[in-house]
């Protein structure tokens, strides 16, 4: 069995190209070859590059690694760091992301300006994403004696045809960083929801690296990889 809980021939099933779920196999060559046909359609036009979804791990030099699809269990998430953090923070579900936008807009535009080696990565989510979240009751904020401390979020998206939770944001003010408190804040979010689903997944750049190692502690495997082709001069 893989880390989904699907036997391997329904997982199998999923490889259908039209569905895009999982690989069909590139190498370099194939790669190449599509380099050449994209430069040669778009000529003229001044195409920067193109990017391909791929499984994990290829060595590929005219490619760079972009987003990573990252899966696994809810259960085994869920429960893969049980610390108890209300010594430490408050959490509660809002109904409205306007409780808690301010403070994160605040919080993560400062983390941007402090962090420039990930901030390219790492997008800010807006509003209405955040207020989607809070409808299907997968917003959950964290408060300590300074105010607005962080925030998980997450919505319902399918993945190998079942039922599953997509994490758009996990997000911890400065002083909360460095703590280690990443892997147990997403487990007691994953741990409280009740969306009914069996999977969590979600994108990640490559280059995230913390988040990555949050997400592997958590029982999430890399599944597909997004490359990026540059098809500008050297």
């Known amino acids: 069995m893989n880390p989904f809980g699907l036997p391997d ?28 046909r994209v430069t040669d ?13 791929e499984q994990p791990g290829l060595d590929i030099v005219s490619a760079e690694r972009w987003a990573t699809l990252v899966a696994g269990r809810m259960d085994v998430a ?29 919080e993560h535009q400062s983390w941007r300006s ?12 807006d509003q209405k994403g955040l207020q989607e979240a809070a409808d299907q009751g997968l917003l959950m904020s964290l408060r300590d004696n300074q105010g607005f401390a962080g925030l998980a979020a997450a919505t319902i998206a399918p993945l190998f045809g079942r039922r599953a939770v997509c994490m758009l944001d996990m997000f911890l003010a400065e002083r909360l960083r460095g703590k280690g408190l990443a892997p147990a804040i997403q487990s007691t979010f994953l741990a409280r929801q009740r969306s009914g689903a069996d999977i969590v997944w979600g994108h990640i750049h490559a280059g995230n690296l913390p988040s990555l190692h949050t997400a592997q502690k958590l029982g999430r495997v890399p599944v597909q990889q997004e490359y990026f082709v540059s098809l500008s001069a050297p």
């Open 78 to 106: 869920a429960r893969a760091d049980e610390r108890e953090l209300t010594g430490t923070l408050t959490t509660s579900w809002p109904e409205a992301a306007t409780e808690v936008f301010a403070g994160y807009q605040h």
């Open 41 to 53: 359609a778009y000529c003229g036009v001044g195409v920067r590059g193109f990017t391909f979804w």
């Open 114 to 125: 402090d962090t420039p080696e990930l901030a390219s990565f790492v997008s800010e989510s």
């Open 9 to 36: 021939h329904q997982l199998a099933a999923f490889a259908a190209p039209p569905l895009e779920y999982l690989p069909a196999g590139f190498n370099a060559e194939a790669v190449d070859a599509l380099a050449a």
